[in-house]
C-alpha cells in the first residue's frame, strides 16, 4: 500500500498563496491517477485537481481553474498543489489522493476504493 504525508496548510489572508506538499511512499510504479481533494465539516468532499502520471494530464475543479496548480516531482515521489489567489472559501482539509479520485464530464469525484489518502493538512483563508 501507498503511504501519503500531506503538509503546507496554513493560515492565509484571501489573496495569498500556499504550496502544499504529499510526499508518498511505497509502491508507486501502478498508479494511475494521482490528486488533491478537500473536504468541509459536514459536507461532502471537492475533488480538486488530478494528475495523470501516464501522459502528464491534468483536470482541476472549475472553483479552482486559473488559480491552483498540480504538479509532480518523480524523483522525490511527492506531489504539489500550488494554490494563488486563495479565497475564504477555500478554506478546508486538503487531502493527497492516489488512485481514489475520478474524472467523469469534467467533474472530479472522491470514490475511495483501495486507493490511498493521506491525514489531510488545513488551510484556512480569512477576509
Known amino acids: 500500500a501507498v503511504q501519503l504525508v500531506e503538509s503546507g496548510g496554513a493560515s492565509v489572508q484571501t489573496g495569498g498563496s500556499l504550496r502544499l506538499s504529499c510526499v508518498a511512499s511505497?509502491?508507486?510504479?501502478?498508479?494511475?491517477?494521482i490528486g488533491w481533494y478537500r473536504q468541509v465539516p459536514g459536507k461532502e468532499r471537492e475533488g480538486v485537481a488530478v494528475?495523470?502520471?501516464?501522459?502528464?494530464?491534468?483536470v482541476y475543479a472549475d472553483s479552482v481553474k486559473g488559480r491552483f496548480t498540480i504538479s509532480r516531482d518523480v524523483a522525490n515521489n511527492t506531489l504539489y498543489l500550488q494554490m494563488n489567489s486563495l479565497k475564504p472559501e477555500d478554506t478546508a482539509t486538503y487531502y493527497c489522493a492516489y488512485d481514489s479520485l475520478s474524472v467523469a464530464h469534467g467533474v472530479i469525484r472522491f470514490v475511495g476504493g483501495y486507493g490511498s489518502r493521506g491525514q489531510g493538512t488545513q488551510v484556512a483563508v480569512s477576509s
Open positions: 511505497g509502491d508507486t510504479s501502478s498508479t494511475y491517477c
Open positions: 494528475l495523470y502520471p501516464g501522459d502528464g494530464r491534468t
